[in-house]
């Protein structure tokens, strides 16, 4: 299957939950990036995975934790969610330069 | 401090006209790329661009890499409504190795 899947694609929580997000690297790729991107914004890095090992990391909270699986697959984990993380999060796979990106999540925080 | 600029945030034009956008920064990149996101969907990669003073084209769409490779533009000629949309550029090799990052974006609406 070609292409970046991310599941869910849109989601509601309350303020405190945690939240699990989803991705499914394009084949072949063994590398995933984590992006938030907010209304009216360009995404911002959250963190990056190399072959099931975090190799990255932006100006996220610890809250922000993520794996990626042998088979390249990804979750992206937020604890104690806040209004403000509210936005759209994007997966990206790649194998050399540029990147895939999914559909992406958009959570809203109430 | 935000080490992209994406230049002019918001551009509403005539089907037919030509336009430019621009991405500066300070910093030195490995290799920039350019985006075309739309609504409720994730970024789709245009070009990437390596060497400084490198030009592409992709049909309508030019992409010129700075000799310096600190900036880069995108012109499109002829401008289509089919070419609305929100126009990212992405750099790699500033901070950590190959990890990306993104301006904010230039939003264009091209009305028929």
């Known amino acids: 299957e070609t292409g970046v899947t991310q599941s869910p694609t849109h989601l509601i929580k309350t303020r405190g939950q945690q939240v699990t997000l989803r991705c499914s690297s394009q084949?072949?790729?063994?590398?995933v990036s984590w992006y938030q991107q907010a209304l009216g914004q360009g995404p911002q890095f959250i963190f990056q995975?190399?072959?099931?090992?975090?190799?990255g990391r932006g100006n996220f909270p610890p809250r922000f934790s993520g794996l990626q699986f042998p088979n390249y697959s990804s979750e992206l984990n937020v604890n104690a969610l806040e209004l403000d993380d509210s936005a759209l999060y994007l997966c990206?796979?790649?194998?050399?330069?540029?990147?895939?990106f999914g559909s992406g999540t958009r959570l809203t925080v109430v | 401090t935000q080490l992209l600029e994406q230049s002019p945030q918001f551009l509403s034009i005539q089907e037919g006209e030509n336009l430019t956008v621009y991405c500066n920064s300070s910093?030195?990149?490995?290799?920039l790329q350019w985006y075309r996101q739309e609504p409720g969907e994730g970024p789709v990669l245009l070009v990437t661009?390596?060497?400084?003073?490198e030009v592409k084209k992709l049909k309508r769409l030019t992409f010129q890499f700075g000799d310096a490779r600190k900036d880069s533009s995108l012109h499109i000629t002829a401008a289509q409504p089919g070419d609305t949309g929100l126009y990212l550029c992405?750099?790699?090799?500033?901070?950590?190795?190959?990890?990306?990052?993104f301006g904010k974006g230039t939003r264009l609406h091209i009305l028929p």
């Open positions: 084949s072949g790729h063994n590398t």
């Open positions: 990206a796979s790649s194998l050399d330069f540029g990147y895939t």
């Open positions: 910093s030195v990149f490995s290799s």
């Open positions: 992405a750099g790699a090799g500033i901070i950590r190795d190959d990890k990306i990052i």
């Open positions: 661009v390596v060497t400084g003073g």
């Open positions: 995975y190399y072959r099931e090992e975090e190799n």
